[in-house]
T-cell receptor
Framework: NAGVTQTPKFQVLKTGQSMTLQCAQD?????MYWYRQDPGMGLRLIYY???????DKGEVPNGYNVSRLNKREFSLRLESAAPSQTSVYFC???????????FGSGTRLTVV | KNEVEQSPQNLTAQEGEFITINCSYS?????LHWLQQHPGGGIVSLFM???GKKKHGRLIATINIQEKHSSLHITASHPRDSAVYIC???????????????FGKGTHLIIQP
């Protein structure tokens, strides 16, 4: 099915471990995003990529890095996980500012 | 920064009732999105609107730009409509690198049979 695919769906990390969240879309969208969702808060933008080869910081980028590997793939890396990064992470894509968004199914990450 | 407020935070209704969820924002916008999130599930885009009204099946979204207010209505509600409904806005001044979407905290809707 066309859409945004995120892996893994669940992950438990120990403090200090690293990991990469993968995201791929097959809709030929230019823009891709990583958000985190925490209880009692709205979705917050971590990083954003307007097009292949470009990335920009969002509202909460500290502790994260991203790579826009090609037009399809946009990965999010935690170099040294902290308990404050326990959250649900969503990848999304869009054709641009004037268009709707397609979201992945989310990654539930727990850092202990 | 645009502030997005949704009301109510929680809503429980009986099957068949007409549902209204409200969204207010503080500064001018270029677009408003309504999203749906089922428990433990992903997020689905329902509507994107910048003026007037849109309808899809039993869902209707309206926006009043002058009053900085939008509503999402569900007619003939059904238990499968139980979900969190999220409002998000794109401000006029969202230039540069960030995409400028500001999200509300969501309205948790439960429709009882």
């Amino acid at each position: 099915n066309a859409g945004v695919t995120q892996t893994p769906k669940f992950q438990v990390l120990k403090t200090g471990q690293s990991m990469t969240l993968q995201c791929a879309q097959d809709m030929n969208h230019n823009s891709m995003y990583w958000y985190r969702q925490d209880p009692g808060m709205g979705l917050r933008l971590i990083y954003y990529s307007a097009s292949e080869g470009t990335t920009d910081k969002g509202e909460v980028p500290n502790g994260y890095n991203v790579s826009r590997l090609n037009k399809r793939e946009f990965s999010l890396r935690l170099e040294s996980a902290a308990p404050s990064q326990t959250s649900v992470y969503f990848c999304a894509s869009s054709e641009g500012n004037s268009y709707g968004y397609t979201f992945g199914s989310g990654t539930r990450l727990t850092v202990v | 920064k645009n502030e997005v407020e949704q009301s109510p935070q929680n809503l429980t209704a009986q099957e068949g009732e007409f549902i209204t969820i409200n969204c207010s924002y503080s500064v001018g916008i270029s677009a408003l999105h309504w999203l749906q999130q089922h428990p433990g599930g992903g997020i689905v885009s329902l509507f994107m609107l910048s003026s007037g009204k849109k309808k899809h099946g039993r869902l209707i979204a309206t926006i009043n730009i002058q009053e900085k207010h939008s509503s999402l209505h569900i007619t003939a509600s059904h238990p499968r409509d139980s979900a969190v409904y999220i409002c998000a806005v794109r401000s006029f001044d969202s230039g540069g690198g960030a995409d400028g979407l500001t999200f509300g905290k969501g309205t948790h809707l439960i429709i009882q049979p």
